[in-house]
């Protein structure tokens, strides 16, 4: 795999999910995407690995996945077909957040860990039990032996949701895409599957997709980060770009949103005035313009183009002049 | 919120609250153990300050809310609060003192999807709890209810409508106009702002702030992120498992704690600018379960600092070595960990 290229629109009754979404993810990088809840970056995961709900489809757009320099458009197999299954949890690995309820609770956990290594390699009952137990041990869950049979229910949280990166990573896949896994944990026990995951990633050179709401935690993982809104990618780049210098008023006012550990408590945060408007009223211009203080007309009428700014520095916003810096807002921020 | 806070007479004290709650097992359901969700707290909590408790679930945080509104009673210990004539017993009062210390003491709760009922008005769910207060004339309410919206920024004709029609952030504001309806001295928070997205906790963060420096009440603001806690709190109360383990000022945070669990959670919390500026301890394994906690310190167990004494005898809260007369750690360590 050298490139991921997805590009596609998805409609479910007749809603616009995503809209011209363009992503890539080198080989033996950590890709972040981030945005706020309905922004539709569940939805690219979905749409990748073709897990959509049944409403939902891919309208147009490719999604390729490239191997040995030979690309295999995902979205053009069968979506149960077995060159697709081939992929799924064979060559792409997923991690979803809820854990309780992607895992069986009447079958016992390493009989589900066993289960894709026996689908998809020739192994025999013993030699996957082996390996399975071998990668309990390396995620650190204790008493690997003994764990392997027991059920999910018996698991803590973060427990379970080493049970399910297990899952994804048993079969050595190239891409593992890992949607908001550690949303439901406690920070502490954050810290540790974040660990677990960067090293996962670096051991094997794997490729990696997180999905979060967290920017926070995006700057400690990531190589490249992807900002959505509202089914658009507004800003993408590396790490530094986005999170340290970043230039759409979205990234901005969701980074500033935010307060650090060490903010100054005599400054207000910054606010995004109204809320996100639903997928169903979108306006042909910009998806942010009607909340944003920089907006001009133009901004509302027409398809706002990615702008690429020095070290490939992707920006959807017609505001920047040529070295992507905004204009003085139009409007007044108002705090509250 | 530079205020000074005068550190002298508490409005509400708790001392060595404890909530145990039964364990049953058995076809006779009887009752095998006990979850010690509270196991001694003291928290004094003052006029005009933000004091915010955080802690990771399961560390008894929402029980210690619950404890402080009197929806529940506490296992053990004394909850007093200064009703203008010095601090005074709110456990067990009867009808009219209990209506007298709900007027002083308001709740919100983390889920604003369920603290409304669906089908009354939500301008109906505010006058109603200022009828149940005593508030007669119908004008006065109303005044008082568009005073309240005003503050947080929510329009009178909005009252009209029903509570599905707004958004989580809007709800969650009606729930803020609901307790400042009735003027409280002390609200309790609980995870008020953990649903919402971050522009829209952004929105709410600043709202209580500046209510908070307008009115000069006291809140109690219960959450489980460290950067919100500290940003909005006056002090910050850390909990682990059932009791608290630190307080401090919240500019202490990050560089002045000393317990060493508030050390593990912060650094534990993804943060840009801080980014190997923390002082790191990683925590191995998890918290256990409260069912069968450990005898002496609770975070013995995890601890890397763990000593002898602390897995038999339990510490006290104590004065911080750093000699500020409001920070306070509950350890044994005879100096602060990794040389703060």
């Known amino acids: 795999m050298k490139d991921v290229n997805v590009s596609f629109t998805v409609e479910s009754s007749n809603l616009h999910i995503l809209r011209d979404v363009s992503l890539q993810v080198p080989r033996g990088s950590f890709l972040c995407i981030v945005g706020e809840s309905g922004c539709g970056k569940s939805v690219t995961a979905q749409a990748i690995v073709q897990l959509l709900p049944d409403n939902g489809r891919v309208d147009s757009g490719l999604i390729s996945y490239y191997e040995s320099g030979k690309a295999t458009e995902l979205n053009k197999l069968e979506k149960f077909g077995r060159e697709m299954r081939s992929f799924r949890g064979a060559k792409i690995g997923m991690i979803f957040q809820d854990t309780l309820s992607s895992l069986n609770p009447a079958h016992r956990v390493g009989r589900q860990v066993a289960e894709s290594l026996l689908q998809h390699q020739n192994l025999s009952k013993d030699e996957a039990k082996e390996r399975v137990i071998e990668l309990f041990r390396k995620l650190g869950i204790p008493d690997p032996e003994r764990r392997f049979n027991a059920y999910p229910h018996e698991f803590s949280g973060g427990m379970r949701q080493r049970v399910m990166i297990a899952i994804a990573t048993i079969c050595e896949p190239d891409l593992v895409i890992a949607d908001e896994p550690t949303t439901a944990l406690d920070v502490t026990i954050q810290a540790q599957i974040m660990t677990l995951l960067k090293n996962l990633q670096k051991s094997a050179q794997r490729t990696f997709i997180l999905i979060t709401h967290n920017m926070a935690l995006v700057s400690e993982v990531a190589d490249h980060v992807a900002v959505m809104y509202l089914g658009r990618v507004v800003e993408y780049g590396s790490v530094d770009q986005v999170l340290r210098s970043p230039r759409h008023p979205y990234t901005q006012a969701l980074l500033q949103s935010v307060p650090s550990l060490d903010a100054d408590k005599s400054v207000e945060l910054k606010t995004v005035d109204g809320q996100t408007p639903s997928p169903a009223e979108v306006t042909k211009g910009c998806e942010f313009a009607e909340r944003c203080l920089f907006a001009s007309d133009t901004c509302k009428d027409r398809v706002i183009p990615l702008m690429t700014f020095e070290g490939n520095h992707q920006v959807r916003c017609i505001r920047l002049d040529e070295k992507g810096n905004l204009p003085k807002p139009d409007k007044a921020g108002s705090n509250v | ?340």
């Open chain 2, 1 to 340: 919120m530079s205020r000074e806070i005068a550190l002298t007479e508490p409005l509400y004290q708790a001392k060595g609250i404890k909530k145990y709650f039964p364990v049953t097992g058995g076809v006779l359901r009887r009752k095998i153990g006990e979850v010690k969700a509270l196991d001694g707290v003291d928290l004094d909590i003052y006029r005009g300050e933000t004091i915010s408790v955080i802690g990771e679930s399961g560390c008894g945080k929402t029980t210690l809310g619950r404890m402080l509104a009197v929806l529940q009673k506490p296992t053990g210990g004394e909850l007093s609060f200064d009703f203008g004539d010095g601090l005074k017993n709110v456990v067990g009062l009867n009808r009219t003192e209990e209506l007298a210390f709900r007027r002083r003491v308001q709740m919100i709760f983390q889920d604003p999807y369920t603290s409304f009922n669906p089908r009354q008005r939500v301008g109906a769910a505010i006058d109603e709890v200022l009828q149940v207060h005593g508030m007669k004339d119908p004008e006065e309410r109303f005044s008082r209810i568009k005073e309240s919206c005003e503050m947080v920024n929510m329009r009178v004709e909005y009252l009209q409508r029903y509570p599905h029609e707004f958004s989580g952030g809007q709800r969650q504001r009606l729930a803020i106009a609901r307790c400042l309806a009735i003027k409280p001295e002390l609200i309790i928070a609980d995870e008020i702002v953990s649903a919402l997205d971050v522009s829209i906790q952004a929105q709410i963060i600043n709202l209580l702030r500046q209510i908070q420096r307008e009115t000069g009440l006291s809140f109690v603001f219960i959450t489980h992120d460290v950067a919100v806690a500290r940003y909005v709190g006056h002090r910050i109360a850390v909990m682990y498992l059932g009791s608290v383990v630190e307080i401090l000022p919240a500019g202490a945070l990050p560089q002045n704690a000393e317990h060493p669990y508030t050390i593990a959670l912060l650094s534990a919390v993804p943060d840009m600018n801080l980014q190997g500026k923390k002082k790191e301890i990683v925590l191995q394994g998890e918290v256990p379960s409260p069912i069968d906690a450990p005898s002496g310190c609770a975070f013995s167990t995890r601890c890397p600092y763990v000593m002898d004494i602390c897995k038999i005898a339990r510490p006290v809260l104590r004065l911080a070595y750093d000699t500020d007369p409001s920070h306070q750690v509950a350890c044994h360590l005879e100096k602060p960990p990794i040389g703060a």
